[in-house]
């Protein structure tokens, strides 16, 4: 059974930076047979897609984050990670990470989804 | 970015209604367009991907239709277990979005 747990802090300061790590346990980043991705959800709002990345490290970000993402892998740990900088109180959401089906499409690829989740975190910016 | 528009965003049903929720792309997808359910202090749950393929272990009660900007969710006999938020989220183009969500809440 695949199974995906996020962790981090649960509370950062205004203009500090947001690290989170997702552990993948069932599944191997390594196989390159998903992408990996981040999504948020402030409370009352609906869902925002943060970013995703490949084993290769080859990320997409959501422009409207992007000059303050970076996801990074780490293959030999079967994790991936999320940094936020300079992070305000719109920040404030519960972050999941994801994983995301995929098919190979000639030199590219087709995204089907994202079949399984972890339980999320709720990360709070407030001094 | 893609918008995705949903409706209604809240419903009221009750147990063994049919239930249909909507979901408009703001430009053609083609059918890359996925379902979630997803309950309080849960993860989201993958129901419905590619528009209409059903995902592992969802029930058959689920089912989704549509193609280019307009798609639908339909639920043919609400069980106890379904009341919950609904969300589409369009994968054809960066950035993926999602739409606002619908509530389907106990008559």
């Known amino acids: 059974q695949v199974q995906l747990q996020e962790s981090g802090p649960g509370l950062v300061k205004p203009s500090q930076a947001l690290s989170l790590s997702c552990t993948v346990s069932g599944d191997s980043i390594r196989s390159g047979e998903n992408y990996w991705s981040w999504i948020r959800q402030p409370a009352g709002k609906g869902l925002e897609y943060i970013g995703r990345i490949y084993t290769s490290g080859s990320t997409n970000y959501n422009p409207s984050l992007k000059s303050r993402v970076t996801m990074s892998v780490d293959t030999s740990k079967n994790q991936f990670s999320l940094r936020l900088d300079s992070v305000t109180a719109a920040d404030t959401a519960v972050y999941y990470c994801?994983?995301?089906?995929?098919?190979?499409?000639?030199?590219?690829?087709?995204?089907?989804?994202?079949?399984?989740w972890g339980q999320g975190t709720t990360v709070t910016v407030s001094s | 970015d893609i918008q995705m528009t949903q409706s209604p965003s809240s419903l009221s049903a009750s147990v063994g209604d049919r239930v249909t929720i909507t979901c408009r792309a703001s430009q053609s997808i083609t059918t890359f367009l996925n379902w979630y359910q997803h309950k309080p202090g849960k993860a989201p749950k993958l129901l419905i991907y590619a528009a209409s393929t059903l995902q592992g272990g969802v029930p058959s009660r689920f089912s989704g239709s549509g193609s280019g900007t307009h798609f639908s969710l339909t639920i043919t006999s609400l069980q106890p277990d379904d009341f919950a938020t609904y969300s589409c989220?369009?994968?054809?183009?960066?950035?993926?979005?999602f739409g606002q969500g619908t509530k389907v809440e106990i008559k």
């Open positions: 989220q369009q994968s054809a183009s960066a950035p993926w979005t």
């Open positions: 994801a994983r995301v089906r995929i098919e190979v499409v000639g030199s590219g690829y087709h995204f089907y989804g994202m079949d399984v």
